[in-house]
Nanobody, 124 residues
Framework: QVQLVESGGGLVQAGGSLRLSCTTS????????MGWFRQAPGKEREFVAA????????NYADSVKGRFTISRDNAKNTVYLQMNSLKPEDTAVYYC?????????????????WGQGTQVTVSS
């Protein structure tokens, strides 16, 4: 069983920054591709960013390109999401997810394990 625990959410003003972390249990973290998704109130969960098992390949939603950066530290079993130039429309619960094949994916059904989420609120 793989457990994912997100942290780093909070309240920030527009234009500010936050860094989310997601730490996983187990010894096979380095074999997972990892993704970040978000869900705003009244909306469906959507893809934000993904990273391959090695960290060599990343993918971003158009809405966050140039502002968010996904990275990972396989020695710490942790994936990060650095969020800069935050906007009120970035307000959502952010979830990290793990995918057993190490290749990145952008859709929810392609991920096998999910965290409980962390709230990010951006005030205007």
């Amino acid at each position: 069983q793989v457990q994912l625990v997100e942290s780093g959410g909070g309240l920030v003003q527009a234009g500010g920054s936050l860094r989310l972390s997601c730490t996983t249990s187990g010894r096979t973290f380095r074999s997972y591709a990892m993704g970040w998704f978000r869900q705003a109130p009244g909306k469906e969960r959507e893809f934000v960013a993904a990273i391959s098992w090695s960290g060599g390949i990343t993918n971003y939603a158009d809405s966050v390109k140039g502002r968010f950066t996904i990275s990972r530290d396989n020695a710490k079993n942790t994936v990060y999401l650095q969020m800069n130039s935050l906007k009120p429309e970035d307000t959502a619960v952010y979830y990290c997810a793990a995918r057993v094949p190490g290749t990145i994916a952008t859709s929810i059904p392609q991920y096998d394990y999910w965290g409980q989420g962390t709230q990010v609120t951006v005030s205007s």
